[in-house]
């Protein structure tokens, strides 16, 4: 394969990698949309019924007439478009990333990254959705360790902290400027820097959370290995 075809297969491979991650969160989005939407439908109806429910019990003692059925459907219509326009969940915020209990740190980081990224230059956004990668990996890790762990301290600093400061500085940063260079390098390449040592520790600390399960997984290969090829070779 010539070096030309090795960066075209490597491109390749970025863009799929990139193109299989948003798929995923916007799968995960779509699913809490569409969750969002089965309990607004639940809730309106249960307030329907009870507006109904009360309505008849009340006429069976006093009449309600053409004024109380007026009232009834204007109670019916306003709860009803009340709770169906009621403010859903805010996209996350860097505050509410801090305060964010580890296991849903990742995903909510991921959701925050995608509302930057059309802020942020090309390179950057080849990284965010490395970092999105990395952050699906380290989901499960997270699903298996305390928030008061010294380690789960230290994912919170990273994802939580220093990445959202560091896009949050670049954003502040004027249009016009972010292509001049200042002290050697530009906004830009200095985002894309920052961006890239997130990403590697991101994966590091992956690896070193998953060194248990891997020494388990040997520990049980050599195991097998001599439980049962040790038998045969009796």
Excluded: H
């Excluded at 090309?122 to 965010?128: F, I, K, Q, Y």
């Amino acid at each position: 394969m010539s070096q030309v075809d090795e960066q075209i297969a490597r491109a390749s491979e970025a863009l799929e990698r990139a193109r299989t991650r948003r798929t995923s969160v916007s799968q995960r989005s779509r699913r809490r949309r569409e969750g969002t939407i089965v309990r607004r439908v639940g809730a309106i109806a249960l307030a329907d019924g009870v507006i109904i429910a009360l309505a008849l019990v009340i006429g069976s003692f006093v009449p309600l007439g053409m004024v109380g059925a007026l009232i009834v459907m204007a109670l019916l219509v306003a709860t009803t478009l009340a709770i169906a326009f009621a403010r859903t969940d805010t996209a996350p915020t860097p505050e509410k990333l801090a305060e964010a209990p580890i296991k849903a740190l990742p995903l909510q980081t991921e959701q925050w990254l995608e509302g930057q990224r059309l802020a942020l230059p090309a390179p950057a956004r080849t990284l965010v959705d490395s970092i999105g990668v990395k952050l699906e990996t380290l989901a499960p890790q997270l699903e298996r360790i305390d928030d008061q762990e010294p380690a789960a301290a230290e994912v919170r600093k990273l994802v939580a902290e220093q990445l959202p400061e560091l896009v949050n500085s670049y954003r502040r940063v004027p249009e016009p400027l972010r292509g001049t260079e200042r002290n050697g390098q530009t906004p830009d390449a200095q985002l894309v820097e920052g961006l890239r040592v997130i990403d590697q520790e991101i994966a590091t600390m992956t690896a070193q959370l998953a060194q248990g399960d891997l020494d388990l997984l040997a520990t049980r290969g050599r195991y097998l290995q001599i439980r049962y090829q040790g038998d045969e070779g009796v």
